[in-house]
């Protein structure tokens, strides 16, 4: 066990003179990854402050149900505890209009009075708005709601605001893939920089490893000071990203709160939780350590 921490201890420090022999290359690897590191950590603090804001939006999603005209209002009120029974969890809240209340409406209406005076009957069915509950999966609630509610018999015709609906999908969609493409992108900076740092160090020490592999040196004892070069490199850069991130979420604060204020509310962009920071720099630390392993595999065979 004592020999095996003195290897590690040695191969650490190692990793430390050399990162100190080259300070200007280090600094710049260090601060190259910080940068690529900051983005989606600031892109992570906005959409996780920014989800109160979204959902205290007056946007909410609404389903009209128009029943036939053979249904009365026993009917539609046996009707609305099937569904607040069934998709209670899912909504917000039902609200039933009987044809007089809507008629009654449209009469105090100066537009449709007169048409209306026309007529010799009320023309119109019971009708069930359902008000959808705030979900990050909302529009397809809505759309899986309208579907269900469209099989019903006693519901002639179902409305939904389709291309609200449409465009929240395809928002949400767009954001799923451009934080996709970020991540992917970060890990091939990281890789490509650490990679390549840690090839020109092996690179610079042909001959010390070939010399250390004669005298009896075993390929883990070899690499494993790059292992570290490369897990420092991401530690230091996953440190300063987020002292950048923090930096960059105070002007940021000052501006969504601008676009708030229209709507009378208040968000403070804030960083993740700290498991969640701490996570990040273990994957950053762990993706920097394999590109090293794989780099200076690549590299001494000689």
Do not use: C
């Not at 280090?26 to 990854?33: G, K, M």
Request: charged fraction near 15%.
């Amino acid at each position: 066990m004592n020999r095996w921490l003195r290897q590690h201890r040695y191969a650490l420090l190692v990793a430390l003179r050399r990162l100190a022999q080259q300070p200007f290359s280090s600094v710049a690897n260090i601060f190259v990854i910080a940068l690529t590191l900051a983005v989606p950590i600031i892109s992570w603090s906005i959409l996780v402050s920014a989800q109160p804001l979204a959902t205290q939006l007056p946007v909410n999603a609404e389903i009209t149900l128009y029943l036939t005209m053979d249904q009365d209002d026993a009917a539609a009120q046996s009707l609305l505890g099937q569904i607040q029974a069934e998709h209670g969890d899912e909504l917000a809240s039902i609200q039933h209009v009987s044809p007089q209340s809507a008629y009654n409406d449209l009469l105090n209406n100066p537009i449709w009075a007169d048409a209306l005076t026309t007529l010799g009957e009320n023309p119109l069915p019971h009708t069930l708005i359902l008000n959808l509950a705030d979900s990050p999966e909302q529009a397809a609630i809505a759309l899986r709601l309208a579907e269900q509610m469209s099989q019903l018999s006693a519901v002639k015709r179902v409305q939904l605001d389709s291309d609200w609906v449409r465009r929240l999908e395809a928002l949400l969609y767009f954001g799923q893939i451009a934080l996709l493409l970020l991540s992917l992108s970060v890990m091939v900076i990281v890789i490509a920089t650490v990679f390549n740092t840690v090839r020109l160090q092996a690179l610079s020490q042909r001959e010390e490893i070939a010399v250390a592999r004669l005298v009896g040196a075993t390929e883990s004892f070899v690499r494993r000071p790059f292992l570290y070069q490369g897990a420092l490199t991401g530690l230091l850069a996953s440190g300063v990203a987020v002292v950048l991130a923090i930096l960059a979420l105070q002007p940021l604060s000052d501006a969504l709160n601008r676009l708030a204020a229209t709507y009378e509310l208040q968000v403070y962009l804030r960083l993740p939780d700290a498991v969640s920071l701490v996570l990040a720099t273990f994957m950053a630390v762990l993706v920097a350590a394999l590109a090293a392993r794989w780099s200076v595999t690549r590299s001494t065979r000689f």
